[in-house]
């Protein structure tokens, strides 16, 4: 079996309690990405899902495990690895283009100036804020804000994209559309993302596996859900696909009732479930039930 | 009607009108009494001489001094222009020579919190420390009274500018460093291309406080040792009793003070950023 493109093994995040214990936030947390793979991961708040993200960019450091990425040992940040925060991040003092020019100049040192410039350019029009050059960040919306930012991550084309709950704070309607945008540039682009989000339907149309979180302390990554939908996918169309809604269905039933108990399997990595698997596979029919669905998929 | 700008410079013209008129009333000669003292008949009538001089005597002179501010007649006679030249450079150097040294510090210090903790106490008790009590030890070290004034506006200016520095790159918010190093640059680029655009508004507030404290320095410092500059300048018309001088020296101080300010007023809109 070949090594699989990130590996993370055993991880665990202990902080002082503040009364002279411990509070282990999450432990033995073990999963594998595949090279292009686009996995979300939902848990509710304070589970530890950005403690995770960070460890991955190497931003914090985990109090045990390890992270393996493409056979080399994860130990602070790197240009393998991009992020965009929550809350943007941009440098404020640079203009839109040439917040992109910064994180292209640092990944291609050797580039010519003019290489570089239109390298940031078609980035941003990919994410159609080619009309936003010149301006700085305070003169754009929260969401153009958001965009360059993720113009910024996909620019550098790291091998690894991590998303921290990336449009958190936008409005319903610009989300939609910047959700657009992010499924256009990955279909194009193909990275390998890893990205939290709080929105359930946001992660059936983005990724093609869903982590699921169970609450802290001692929270763990539970379960592993595949989102058997076809590529390329749109927010419109979607939910006329029987699978959206037999996926939708496990996930908030995780969320609501059972993400206090959910455990992973012995060896500690997640439970993989398949909740579309009875349309998408012709073997069992459209009839299964959802709750015979989540049953076989527990036991899967 | 009339813009705000309009109005506000209308009442500052009259303001000014207003107390140039007072002050000219105030200081007119008066009358020649029929009762004056043997004494004063002997001094030569009125006491002219202790009296302020009245506004306008103070613009022709200044009128004379402008129209010719570089003359050099010898080391007690030069131009208010050439004064003011010798007061500037000073400033300037000892202001340079303490960017030099509180800028680097200033961020050692804001981002090692343990520099900050080793350096901080020496900072605290050298701070309070009036920059004309380091005259003497000056003096005696440097040998040089030029170069003592320059060091002791190098010590005064030092310190506001390295305390805005350390707090500034101290508080550059983390998510900037953190794009700084997932984007792997290293400490010095990451200083340069992060840190000090971020902390430059502050940096600057440093220095424009600085700027201000160092001309208000130069002043008595050139007091005390004498030779060039303008403190020297209104000193010595002091000890001729030429009021009108002093006065005039006086609005030169302020009017280049002012100068010193807006220039780094702007260089502080240059390098400020909205978040
Ligand atoms: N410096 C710290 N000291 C103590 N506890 C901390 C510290 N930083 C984070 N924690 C705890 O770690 C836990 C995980 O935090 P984290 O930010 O990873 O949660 P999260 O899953 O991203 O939550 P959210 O969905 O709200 O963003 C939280 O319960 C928080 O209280
Ligand atoms: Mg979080």
Not at chain 1, 75 to 86: A, S, Y
Not at chain 1, 249 to 268: H, I, T
Request: aromatic share 8%; hydrophobic share 45%.
């Amino acid at each position: 079996m070949s090594k699989p493109f990130l590996q993370v093994d055993g991880l665990s995040k202990v902080y002082p309690d503040g009364q002279g214990g411990d509070l282990t936030v999450f432990e033995d947390v073990r999963f594998a990405l595949e090279k292009g793979e686009f996995v979300c991961i939902i848990g509710h708040s304070g589970c530890g899902k950005s403690t995770i993200l960070n460890v991955l960019a190497g931003l914090d450091e985990a109090s045990s495990g390890n992270v393996v990425m493409s056979g080399k040992e994860v130990k602070g940040p790197g240009l393998e690895r991009g992020v965009v925060f929550q809350n943007y991040s941009l440098l404020p003092w640079k203009t839109t283009l040439n917040n992109i020019v910064f994180a292209v100049r640092a990944r291609w040192p050797k580039w010519s100036k003019e290489q570089v410039r239109e390298h940031s350019e078609r980035y941003l029009k990919m994410v159609g804020l080619d009309h936003a050059l010149n301006r700085k960040p305070s003169q754009l919306s929260g969401g153009m804000r958001q965009r360059v930012s993720i113009a910024r991550a996909f620019a550098t084309q790291p091998e690894l994209l991590l998303l921290d709950e990336p449009f958190g704070a936008l409005d319903a309607l610009t989300r939609g559309v910047i959700q657009d945008e992010l499924v256009k540039i990955w279909e194009e682009t193909r990275q390998t993302v890893f990205m939290i989000t709080h929105d359930v339907d946001e992660a059936i149309l983005l990724s093609d596996r869903i982590f699921l979180m169970s609450n802290g302390p001692n929270a763990r990554i539970a379960e592993s859900v595949k989102v058997d939908i076809p590529h390329p996918r749109a927010r419109a169309t979607i939910f006329q696909n029987p699978a959206y809604h037999r996926t939708r269905d496990y996930l908030v039933d995780f969320l609501v009732n059972r993400s206090g108990s959910a455990l992973p399997e012995k060896d500690g990595s997640p439970k993989f479930v398949e909740p579309a698997s009875g349309d998408v596979t012709p073997a069992s029919g459209p009839s299964e039930s959802k709750a015979e669905s989540a049953a076989r998929a527990v036991n899967a | 009607m009339a813009s705000l700008n309009v109005r506000a410079a209308l009442l500052s013209v009259s303001f000014l009108i207003l107390f140039l008129g007072c002050w000219e009333m105030a200081t007119q000669p008066p009358e020649a009494q029929t009762g004056m003292t043997e004494y004063e008949l002997l001094m030569g009538g009125a006491d002219q001489e202790s009296r302020v001089p009245p506004p306008s005597a103070v613009i022709k002179l200044a009128w004379a001094e402008l129209s010719d501010p570089f003359y050099d007649a010898g080391a007690n006679d030069k131009g208010i222009g050439i004064q003011l030249g010798y007061s500037v450079y000073r400033v300037l150097t000892g202001f340079l020579a303490a960017m030099a040294v509180a800028l680097p510090i200033g961020f050692l210090i804001g981002m090692s919190p343990l520099m900050y903790k080793a350096l901080n106490p020496y900072i605290q008790v050298l701070r309070p420390i009036s920059p004309l009590a380091w005259m003497p030890l000056a003096l005696f070290i440097i040998q040089d009274s030029d170069a003592s004034a320059i060091f002791v506006i190098f010590i005064c200016s030092i310190w506001p500018m390295l305390l805005n520095t350390a707090f500034g790159v101290a508080n550059v918010r983390q998510d900037w460093v953190n794009v700084a190093r997932t984007h792997e640059l290293g400490p010095l680029r990451t200083a340069v291309t992060v840190i000090l655009p971020a902390a430059a508004p502050t940096i600057l507030t440093g220095m424009r406080i600085s700027i201000g404290i160092a001309w208000l320095v130069i002043v008595a410092a050139e007091m005390l040792v004498g030779g060039t500059g303008i403190g020297y300048y209104v000193w010595n018309e002091w000890n001729n009793l030429d009021l009108a001088s002093v006065i005039f020296s006086i609005l030169m101080i302020g009017f280049v003070g002012m100068l010193l300010d807006l220039a780094l007023g702007r260089a502080q809109k240059l390098v400020e950023y909205k978040e």
